[in-house]
């Protein structure tokens, strides 16, 4: 049975930094390409990040870029994402997803992933 678990959400100033992790298990973790997906209330869902099965590729999206990191370790089967300098438009709950892909890219839309987490909130108070 596949599980895809996120942790560490939670409540942060503005300016702040939390990390974000995700864990996937019933599948080979180094068999998958993975992002991170946000959605805010009232809003659409929003790949913020996403990574290559390797780890070698990565991209953002403009609201984040240079603010968030996306990292993998496959020995540990755990997906991060490290966030600072978050603002108040950065709260939203945060989604890991994956799909099984071992191409040279991965995916900025949401609708290439077929395993999902059911998320966790991050709040960023001004």
């Known amino acids: 049975q596949v599980q895809v678990v996120e942790s560490g959400g939670g409540l942060v100033q503005a300016g702040g930094s939390l990390r974000l992790s995700c864990t996937a298990s019933g599948l080979t973790f180094d068999d998958l390409t993975m992002g991170w997906v946000r959605q805010a209330p009232g809003k659409e869902r929003e790949v913020v990040s996403c990574?290559?099965?390797?780890?070698?590729?990565?991209r953002y999206s403009d609201s984040v870029k240079d603010r968030f990191t996306i990292s993998r370790d496959n020995a540990k089967n755990t997906l991060y994402l490290k966030m600072k300098s978050q603002k108040p438009e950065d709260t939203a709950m945060y989604s890991c997803a994956a799909i099984k892909d071992k191409g040279f890219w991965c995916y900025e839309s949401q609708y290439e992933y077929d395993y999902w987490g059911q998320g966790t909130k991050v709040t960023v108070s001004s």
């Open positions: 990574i290559s099965w390797s780890g070698r590729n990565t």
